[in-house]
């Protein structure tokens, strides 16, 4: 967390067993006994409702500089300081033509790259987000690691994409003429009638504004446009789930949380240019440039060898992603998130409060023990909740995240893996990968050769319901890339909220579930689930199970990571992205699908024309009840062929029974295994409740370990004036809180040296000469190739403790 008013660490304040006795002592899962989510869509009626005491926590990231004023000058308010929220522009790709038989300018793949010079993103950092946000241009996130991996090629693409308004214009004519569309009067016609732009946008914060100012740009473009502008609840049916060839909407005004601080942005190729990752219509109809849909997939699996080699498909598929353009970035918000001053939390440096599962254990009111935290955010219960393919939006995450657990916790400074169900990891590469470890929890070692046992599961047989071995799959025997042994701790501890123990089938389960869905053979076959499946079967090497008792096994992939924690496989928590639940909540899910009452996905849903399912309230309770008692009757066991090797009969009962209780005390099926359960969710009211689970096995304070982030502050001094030709040293001062930051907590120091039209002239590294100090030698042959006139030297710095970068600038003036 970053708070700027309040230092005081959230280590120091839950000191446990000094400061709190034996009851702090005792005490598992939360400080806090409930939480309570209300919705509050205004930052300005937040920070009142905050001030009055209604409210603890605004669960959201704003930019609104008024706000962000009122809450510095209150002392009865505090913020917390994240970098991870941005803005884009997301189209309608379908095209040329709607179903109806209207034109859709934004079929065409130029059209949609000239939008990147039509749009000034200066203007809108500045004047819509008034200075809390700078222009992105890209998908990398300009304070992670990533950025400064490749901050050369990203300089060179924001110059070529700057605004350039006739530019645009130009491209824009030249191509809405050849697809057959006529200007009249200034206004684009095609076949006869005014080609109209619905341009959507979400009315709670900067992005009402930008929607406006988007509807101005391509009036002038010659364009009729109509500005829509309503809640993301009531727009998210429109463009998210609702069918892009309607041609209800063009363009949408997209908001993106990155939930952790990325490592290693490679995947989000693939989540925002092709149709493997979301499942969503919009982007199921997205048809990429076959290189960069290739190029993507590449990165997503790590299939390079090198740092060089990655660099090289990462600048390409940045180039490739402006060409394509189905989004266009507009900038990354500088966020804050208000809070009252006695109330403590972890917050994430990119996710702020909302995108770390920490969020439950640490919040607290001072140093109570018990009591209830009232958190609004901007919309509650979005959409369906369903651990296979339901809601993803922040707001809907932030309460789930809080009941279900995970082997490992990302932590919220560094985007590191921390051990959690998990023991150790025993984690071996293949030979030259670039690999390296942090912690040691994990052993790493580099290999030659791995072979892959030939009686490990290589892909799972949707007609026999079994799972293919490798030597049935590659009779002549396999290599992977990457093993990661696996040793959890004792799960015998864990219980599910329903009072359940945990089972080796709640691992299986969603773990077959995954594949078979992507099959055309398969009862659940879903069309959404193919692209993923086969990215997964691309790299996919084997699965052997070691022990049920303690849970031990072996993960094999040609898939791996640059980090030895990130190389670890995680069956305790398959279904990560959308939840977790237990195999018998799946089960009466997975009934409901084949009886085509109710769908686990979006897409599915459509295609059946029923409701998408939801476990915590609304229309799909009626229908899972039905297939609970269906399943009790049946002792119903999905997979059975298979599963019945791992579960008793008795055991399948016990399930069902406890499922059923808990349906008759909570009327609702969200059950699932973290540190606080779902007490009930008020559709209508918008409103979520959550409780402590007391038999939750972890203390609390826990995860106290978490200080203030080092994010490092950095100045750039040096000379003034520069002569070709001669040498020139530039001092670089490293301090965190006025503190010279240690030279063993800095893992780079980069530089760019450019011209004044903004090139990148050269680039290089710094050398780190002691605490806090850094310096750039530019050589006489570098100065003799400066321009004369005024040129730039950006230093990035890359400290260990945190997972972004630090940027300063110095301006001095070439001689000849």
Partial sequence: MVRRKSSLLLAVVMMLSVTFGASAQQRVGTWVDEVIFVEEANVSTAISRLQAGDIDIWANSSSDVTAYNTVQTDPALDYYISYGSYTEVTYNTVGPEFNDGRLNPFGNRKIREATNWLFDRDYIAQELYSGLAVPKYTLLNSSFVDYSRVVEKVRELELKYAYDFDRAKEVIHEEMVNMGAELVNGIWHYKGEPVELIILARIEDERARLGDYMGEQFEKVGFKVRVEQRTGSELSPIWMTGDPKLGEWHAYTGGWLSPVVYRDQGHIFDQMYTTRTMTYPRWQVLEPI????????????????????????????????????????????????????????????????????????????????????????????????????????????????????????????????????????????????????????????????????????????????????????????????????????????????????????????????????????????????????????????????????????????????????????????????????????????????????????????????????????????????????????????????????????????????????????????????????????????????????????????KWSMFEEPAIADVAVSGPARVSAGQTATFTVDITFKGEAYRAEDLQEVKYLVLDGSGRVAFSGEGTIVADGKAEITLTADDTSKLPVGANTIEVIVMPKLVGGASLARHTFVSLP
Avoid at 654 to 683: C, I, T
């Fill in 290 to 701: 076959p290189e960069l849909d290739e190029i993507a997939d590449k990165l997503t699996r790590r299939e390079y060898s090198s740092m060089e080699e990655r660099k090289a498909l990462y600048e390409r598929a940045l180039e490739l992603a402006f060409e394509d353009s189905p989004c266009v970035f507009i900038v990354d918000k500088i966020s804050f998130t208000p809070v009252r001053s006695d109330i403590s939390i972890a917050s994430d440096l990119a996710g702020y409060v909302a995108g770390t599962p920490l969020w439950a254990p640490t919040v607290r009111r001072a140093d109570e023990v018990g009591g209830t935290v009232n958190i609004a955010l901007p919309q509650v219960l979005v959409e369906p909740w369903n651990a296979v393919g339901g809601s993803n939006w922040t707001m809907d995450l932030m309460p789930m995240r809080a009941t279900w657990d995970r082997g490992f916790i990302t932590d919220p400074y560094t985007g590191n893996y921390w051990p959690h169900r998990i023991e150790k990891a025993e984690i071996v590469v293949e030979e030259g990968l670039p690999v390296s470890k942090t912690f040691d929890w994990v052993d790493l070692k580099f290999e030659e050769t791995i072979e892959v046992p030939g009686d490990a599961w290589a892909e799972w047989d949707p007609v026999e319901k079994r799972f293919i071995t490798v030597a049935e799959k590659w009779p002549e025997g396999i290599t992977a890339k990457r093993k990661a042994v696996m040793y959890y701790r004792d799960l015998n501890v864990v219980k599910w909220h329903d009072g359940s123990k945990w089972s080796i089938v709640d691992a299986l389960l969603p773990f077959i579930l995954e594949m078979d869905r992507g099959y055309e053979e398969s009862e659940l076959f879903d069309s959404s689930a193919v692209p993923g499946l086969e990215a997964t079967l691309k790299s996919f090497r084997g699965l052997k199970i070691i022990s049920t008792d303690p849970l031990v096994y072996e993960y094999y992939s040609d898939s791996w990571s640059l980090d030895a924690e990130h190389n670890i496989s995680d069956l305790y928590a398959v279904h990560y992205n959308y939840g977790k639940q237990p195999w018998h909540t799946l089960a009466i899910g997975m009934l409901a699908e084949l009886n085509e009452e109710l769908a686990f996905t979006a897409n599915k849903a459509k295609e059946l024309d029923v409701d998408r399912m939801g476990f915590e309230a609304g229309p799909s309770i009626r229908i899972l009840a039905k297939w609970l008692d269906w399943a009790i009757e049946n002792n119903y066991l999905p997979y059975a062929e298979f599963l019945s090797d791992y579960i008793t009969e008795d055991e399948i009962q016990e399930r069902y029974a406890n499922l059923k209780a808990w349906y008759q005390s909570k009327r609702h099926f969200w059950v699932g295994d973290g540190p606080m359960y779902l007490e009930r969710a008020f559709s209508t009211e918008k409103i979520v409740h959550l409780k402590r689970f007391e038999d939750y096995s972890e203390p609390v304070g």
